[in-house]
């Protein structure tokens, strides 16, 4: 790992620096700064042999006189701590473990950062980002940084990227929004906190799709509100179960999260009349649509709704790099203020290194050269999945899903009934695959049976290396 | 702003290449993409004039043929949408407003960036960074970054940045902790979710500082705690005032804020005791007292206490830049496991892109530098405050501050009873001033009256002019 430290001799003059003198205690500076030395020696015995500072150097870093520097490095030479070599300087000695015992500080190697296996779902190929384009965005950013970035920081979010946002909004999903309606965030959990936390209240029932994205439940639980799972059916969310106590819905329409499903023009129209009649706000997460590889998407439900009872998410994990961690979110115009003054009470959580350079990634027509660079790629890759697992087609209802990064495989119709998505899932996991099992997206009896295959981010050689092993573990269990 | 976008031109490419064609649909490819280009054209009056792809360029970006594109390019030149020139391609039409009614999108003006008044307190001179340094770092680390950047993350952070942390904690702090002891938060807000949802529970009763950073009492109850102030004596945080149910405790021992007083050793030691006592934790936020100039600092409390019922906080926000949002934890060996499991379920918030150049930069020598350097001139920044503020030494208590980056001045002793803190710093803003009231930071009945100075951001001829003004605003309220 190239950036772990290795220069631990030459810690010694930042150690040495850092020590500060006091004028007005009874202890003379003599005293004070031979004990600072002291310390500093005995806890590092890496510093055997280390050249210390000449005394004038460190006399005018410390802001004392020379005369007292020389006296402390004499007295310790005296002591056996330090050892002086003819025209050379003063060193650490290399024999002080009888003069102290120095306590090691117990470092563990450093943690093995874990590939992702085949089939993670969620991940997009981030070995394909452009990265010397991304690398000099970051570097223009920050090497003179413009006194906007270093001034009292927006609460909503660095503007130029709230304006980037508006215009990808407005051209990739039909939702046009004043860049001053956009908030960044440092993803959704932050988007759900700030939603109710600042927005609606705590204490909420919220209506959610099941099966759904499992953290949900978690982050409406973290945040003081109850889930109100509804069952999805072949069409997406059941709006005509929705029931009228919920005080809001969180939705996925794209692209039902994880079966894939795209809610009907019909429903959605059902939805927002649901909203409108109730009072309920509509909160639609839109993850990944831009990955759409036939057909003309539906336009976002909050367009479709010109952001009234609506509030929309999105993210960069998907599109860019989770490493960003940048997300943000849409919100009507008569809950801006209230939004304001719950970011100003609570302050930023997003950092803002990256977004200046997110700004001009996308203004520079980068980021959507990359999109559908992606788009072409992960079609492909779709593609090839789909090759390699027709050999399961006795087994699996395998289709072809028109956008996306995973295929999300129902299970019950032709399996053995003993056999549930969590066998496979664990099966395969022994042999390397992480799959996601539907049954642990969902909470509602009955739960739904079926397979998540991520497929965006490995590469057409591994998807038919890791087919193949599912072809073995699914006929080894049936 | 250099970052606005001023190319809405060379946004119709992008427009156009993110339409997708979908051969299963019943309606035409043609009438497909007449429909998407049409909805285009019409929602931006700004593409007025602007050139359209060679047909051989849009039908290979949408995978279609060059007929179908060049039979709806014929059939919008013979509608009025689109014009063409003789040899030189085919242009949005100049007259298209008969044809529709574009919606413009409201833009208002980009929102102007406030400058930090002078006094703001808690923020470093970001203008001194070494701006061609700190873009390096992130240049190189992310131009072709380390698969460990792009693989599954780790929850705690980067791990190189988690050493860099421990070796600066235990040369600057006298804190030794294991690399695997920190936690890469996104501020101390995280933190303390952390804390409580992940490892002490909510519903905590919390001691706390009274005064305190007024945030902290937002925060406790978001987090679902109870706070209970403990009013501060001249010593800091009174100890022997702590109630035995309080299951934890927040102080700012090295440096209490807002008032700077140092926590005294016996009172350290009191307060270790009654967490061993009591089964409490006690959370030692430590958020600047890197900048110390007299005197060598007391030892952190969690490096007394060895970490055992310690919790430590650090920020990189006062030490490099609030930019950042980078803060971290370090946490006993026994939570370990907790808060691994917490971090996993819920994700991390802290962005990945400013931690590997964060690393680099510490690694490197350059951050110890820095803060060297900004210690020097915070120092010579007090000082000049100091001899400005002179002239108001019959009305206010002025005295050095060994550390820190403001300062805070008593004012209930001189000042006529009927001027409070909050009067001078209304009083003061109207003049450009933005100071800080003690009051503000205390619950507690009988509130402290006080005055808070931020010098360290400012130059020392902004400070002269800063402190005349508030020479004449005091002079005129008493």
């Known amino acids: 790992m190239s950036n772990v430290k290795t220069f631990s001799k030459s810690n010694l003059n930042r150690d040495l620096f850092a020590i500060s003198m006091d004028t007005s205690l009874k ?49 310790m030479i005296s002591e056996g701590y330090l050892v002086t070599r003819q025209g050379s300087g003063t060193y650490v000695a290399s024999d002080i473990t009888h003069l102290s015992q120095p306590q090691p500080i117990f470092r563990p190697a450093a943690p093995r950062t874990e590939p992702w296996l085949p089939f993670q779902a969620g991940l997009p190929d981030q070995s394909l980002l452009p990265g010397r384009q991304w690398a000099r965005h970051l570097e223009r950013a920050w090497r003179a940084p413009a006194p906007e970035l270093l001034g009292r920081p927006d609460p909503q979010g660095w503007y130029p990227l709230r304006e ?9 999903r039909h939702l046009k929004c004043d860049p001053g309606q956009v908030v960044i965030t440092s993803g959704a959990r932050e988007a759900f906190e700030v939603i109710f936390h600042g927005l609606l209240g705590t204490e909420k029932t919220v209506a959610i799709e099941d099966p759904c994205w499992p953290k949900l439940h978690t982050i409406l639980t973290d945040t003081g509100n109850r889930a109100l799972p509804v069952r999805i059916d072949k ?62 998407p539906l336009p976002s439900l909050s367009g479709l709704d010109g952001l009234n009872n609506t509030i929309y998410l999105g993210s960069f994990s998907k599109l860019v790099s989770p490493a960003l961690r940048i997300g943000y979110m849409v919100v009507p115009k008569r809950l801006l203020q209230k939004t304001l003054g719950y970011l100003e009470r609570t302050g930023p959580r997003a950092s803002l290194i990256p977004q200046p350079a997110l700004g001009t990634f996308m203004n520079s027509g980068e980021f959507a050269m990359h999109l559908r660079r992606m788009r072409r790629v992960y079609a492909r890759r779709q593609t090839h999945l789909l090759g390699a697992l027709t050999p399961l087609s006795d087994l699996l209802d395998v289709k072809a899903d028109s956008s996306g990064m995973h295929l999300c495989i129902g299970l019950r119709e032709r399996l053995p009934d003993q056999v549930s998505d969590l066998d496979v ?30 497929y965006a981010a490995f590469e057409e050689k591994t998807l038919s290396d890791a087919a193949n092993r599912l072809v073995s573990v699914l006929r080894s269990a049936c």
């Not at 980037?164 to 990739?172: E, K």
């Not at 809001?248 to 692209?255: C, D, F, K, L, Q």
């Open 27 to 75: 202890t003379s500076l003599q005293t004070q700064l031979r004990g600072a030395l002291h310390d500093i020696i005995s806890a590092s015995p890496d510093l055997v042999g280390a050249r210390l500072p000449s005394s004038r150097t460190l006399a005018s870093e410390l802001s004392i006189s020379r005369t007292t520097v020389q006296a402390v490095y004499d007295q």
């Open 164 to 172: 980037a946002i508006s215009d990808h909004l407005a051209a990739w």
């Open 235 to 296: 069409e997406g969310f059941a709006v005509d179960r929705l029931p009228n106590e919920a005080h809001a819905a969180i939705v996925t329409p794209s692209r039902h999260y994880p079966t894939g499903v795209s809610l009907p023009l019909p429903r959605r129209i059902a939805l927002l009349d649901w909203a409108r009649q109730t009072g309920a706000t509509v909160i639609e997460d839109d993850y990944d649509s831009e990955f759409r590889y036939r057909g003309q």
């Open 425 to 454: 899932c664990k099966l395969a996991h022994k042999h390397g695959l992480q799959l996601g099992a539907v049954s642990k997206h969902c909470v509602l009896p009955n739960k739904m049976q079926g397979l998540v295959l991520g």
